[in-house]
């Protein structure tokens, strides 16, 4: 008889369903647990954690492919070690789910990425066992030489440091400095343990001498493991590595999904008592076909998918980095002296099509923001137009060499800033808010904000055209348009809606795709009877003058910008107004100087002032004189 699905199946009074037995992975609650398993249910423990990824990251987004490969690592230094008396750093830190899963946090993959619930990355308010919560690459030999170093000086030489770091991230001149540091200190007492998670990858191959070079090493180990038909002696010849050069202690390669020999690697790493460089050889995205199979970077990271097929549940809209993609080929295909830049980020800053059109103009760097900007200088210098395109939090890292080497020399660089402003579930370290605050101190840099696909196209061409010194482009990570027609353009200024017949009450200054909630917000004012002026200034530094011109104009300013208040748009130009002794008041909105924790753009945008409603309140409340009292719009009629 088939089984009516609709209705629940009728119990007999008094029979409660039995609960199923908890899984191995659901009985797990501390890393202690893991060391009284045996080799089977070491097996079945990973294909219970894959399974559980899987479900959990497909739902919520996240990083899955990276994770999926660093399974029966993160297992075996939980049995090793034992943390958090010995230290774990996992370098960059996307690859700590399972870490956090045998850490007891399981339960908390239902919210991950999510406001108020866990992090993406490691969080030392979550737990003891995590040490480090940055997630910029390349920073995890420095933090374990740092933590060794503190506690060898106060007498815990039992207790063992162990930095944990991909291939990607070791292509990062900071994490060179740290292995330097590490080997000039060779003797016993401060032994750190390096664990290279090598799947050859960053999002895509990694690139360099070093990945070569690791690829070498990797290749001896294949021939261990598969008996080859062919005489030894015509083997290719394998240098010693780098890392022994070095003076470190090398160990390995070891497959880095097998548990006991990683066990037994790890352990006699930690006899050695030196600083020593275990090498594991993993595959990202193992264990789930899509990953495997997805060429581009086995779904280091995905948006919400549906787990059967590793497709998006629903699908995508055109992006702003879909948008630059497409105007960058097109400028390619007129200049052949554009060329581009990319820290080992080629697809999600949107240059694949321009890598496959002109293959020999796109130069991946390695994740080296401080070289790919001096390396840019350099083109620049050598006569051609590059542009560097990096996540907006990511030019931090290469300040310096924007100041110096770049905007001293006046070089005709532009660098485009995705991600620029709230980026959402990858929380403090990735939003993307810092870049206007230390721009606006570099003589000489111009810096423009699109407000639409139709401005992003028309300021990226004004920016390859400028040949007098560094420009800078930035727009978020979202959908992008649709276009948001001038009603007049004036000294370079885009007026955007301007009240008729009414008092120049408020000048509304949009920094870029804050123009759609500064329009809402005018027509909200308009209907308390309120003038408004809604301006786009394009280039947002330096300070247009005729923008100071228009601001004296009016009783009012309020400038609205996805970027940290300080040293932003809107502090620029109240210092131009105070400046040229214009008294009107100038109130910015903006970012709080402050780490901003993830959540939903819109959510965290509206968290931060930045919704129409808001918008609209802070400009009625603070004019002077005529409309005191609170703000409430008035419900529409
Ligand atoms: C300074 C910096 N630049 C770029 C990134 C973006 N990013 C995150 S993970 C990653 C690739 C890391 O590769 P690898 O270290 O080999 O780790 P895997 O993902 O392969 O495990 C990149 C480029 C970053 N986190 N930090």
Known sequence: MTPDLASPVALPTGDVPAEPPPTLLE???????????????????????????????????????????????????????????????????????????????????????????????????????????????????????????????????????????????????????????????????????????????????????????????????????????????????????????????????????????????????????????????????????????????????????????????????????????????QIGAKRPDVVCVTAAMLQPVGLRTFAARFPCRVFDVGIAEQHAVSSAAGLAMGGLHPVVCVYATFLNRAFDQVLMDVALHRLPVTFVLDRAGITGPDGASHHGMWDTSILSVVPGVRVAAPRDPASLRQLLHEAVDDPAGPTVIRFPKAAAGPDIPAVARMDGLDILHRSAAMPLDVLLVAAGVMAGPCLEAAALLQHRGIGVTVVDPSWIIPVNPALVHLAARHRLVLTVEDACRTGGMGSLLAGACADAAITIPVRTLGLPRAFIQQGGRGDLLSRHGLTAEQIAAVAATGLPDTHPGPWAPRPST
């Open 27 to 329: 009985s797990l609650t501390c890393p202690a647990d893991l060391r009284s398993l045996d080799h089977a249910q070491l097996v079945t423990l990973a294909a219970q954690i894959r399974g559980f990824l899987v479900d959990k990251v497909c739902a919520t987004g996240g990083h899955l492919g990276v994770n999926l490969g660093v399974v029966e690592l993160t297992i075996a230094l939980h049995r090793v070690f034992d943390s958090p008396r010995d230290v774990l750093v996992f370098d960059t830190g996307h690859q700590a789910y399972v870490h956090k899963i045998l850490t007891g946090r399981r339960a908390g993959f239902d919210g991950l990425r999510q406001a108020d619930a866990m992090s993406g990355y490691p969080c030392r308010a979550e737990s003891v066992h995590d040490w480090v919560e940055n997630s910029h690459a390349s920073t995890a030999l420095s933090y374990a030489d740092g933590i060794a170093k503190a506690l060898q000086l106060q007498g815990h030489s039992d207790r063992r440091v162990v930095a944990v770091v991909g291939d990607g991230a070791l292509t990062g001149g900071l994490a060179w400095e740290g292995l330097n540091n590490l080997s000039a200190d060779s003797g016993p007492g401060r032994p750190v343990i390096v664990v290279l998670n090598d799947n050859g990858r960053s999002y895509s191959p990694t690139i360099g001498g070093l990945a070569r070079h690791l690829g070498t090493l990797r290749d001896r180990y294949r021939r261990k493991a598969a008996p080859s038909t062919q005489p030894r002696a015509s083997w290719p010849h394998v240098p010693e590595t780098v890392f022994e050069h070095l003076g470190l202690a090398y160990v390995g390669p070891v497959d880095g999904h097998d548990i006991p020999a990683l066990e037994t690697r790890l352990r006699h790493a930690q006899s050695l008592n030196k600083p020593v460089v275990v090498h594991a050889v993993t595959s990202k995205g193992r264990g789930y076909q899509p990953a495997e199979n997805d060429d581009a970077d086995r779904m280091h990271g995905i948006d919400i998918l549906d787990p059967a097929t590793g497709r998006p549940a629903a699908p995508g809209k055109p992006t702003w980095t879909s948008v630059f993609g497409e105007a960058i080929t």
